[in-house]
Every structure is written in structure tokens, then in C-alpha cells.
């Protein structure tokens, strides 16, 4: 049977709802809170949730039980550049690559930089 592996982004913080398309259109939301997530979401790995630093802070705060820790070497996002990441919840130890965003062919980054990509994550394979 085919297993789905789905990537999951959060973040916390401010955001505004805007509806597109008049009155019969749709509501979105918008601004750097989305984007963020936006980020940690492609820059995770399949069957991981990966969320920042102030959504880690939030999560230990609210939520003490829920393993949350963080990602060696962080993540390189595009847009902001490297970021204190988190893995949320029980996942693979898969962390051997270095870290520094995506998954382990993704982004290696060289030992001198402490796991830090040396340029933007690849997201081949992907029809993003």
C-alpha cells in the first residue's frame, strides 16, 4: 500500500484576511506570518513538521507534552535566510545530513559553516 508523506509548515503571528473577488469571492490570508510558514513547509521533509523558533517558544508554552526540538544547523529560507528551525512531534532521527533546510539530498552544508547550505535549498522532484 502506498504510505502518503506530507511536509508541514508553522509559524505564529500576525496576519490579515482579505477577501478576493467581491461579494461572491474567497477569503485569504496574507502577510510575513504566512509566508514564513509558507517557508517552513518547503523547506521540511516528508512526514515532518517544521516550525520556527517563536512557534517553538509558543508550542512549549502551550503545549509542555508535545516533543518539540530543535533542527540542527536550522533552516536556509528563502527570503530571510538561515532561521532557527524545530521538528515538532515524534519523527525520524534523520538529522545526519547537517541539517540546514530540506531533506538530506537537499542541502548538506559544509562541516566549516555548522551545517549551514552554502546556497538555497534544490526542490528537485517537485512540481511546486
Known sequence: AARLRVRVGIHCGPAVVALVGGAGGRHTLI???VNV?????SSGRPGRVQC???MAALLAAQAPD???RPRP???LVKGKGHMETCWVGDGDD???DGGGGGSSSEDAGPAGRG????QPPSLSGSSD
Open 31 to 33: 502577510g510575513d506570518t
Open 37 to 41: 510558514a509558507s517557508r517552513m513547509e
Open 52 to 54: 520556527s523558533a517563536a
Open 66 to 68: 508535545l516533543p518539540v
Open 73 to 75: 544547523g536550522g533552516a
Open 94 to 96: 534523520d538529522d545526519a
Open 115 to 118: 551545517g549551514l547550505a552554502s
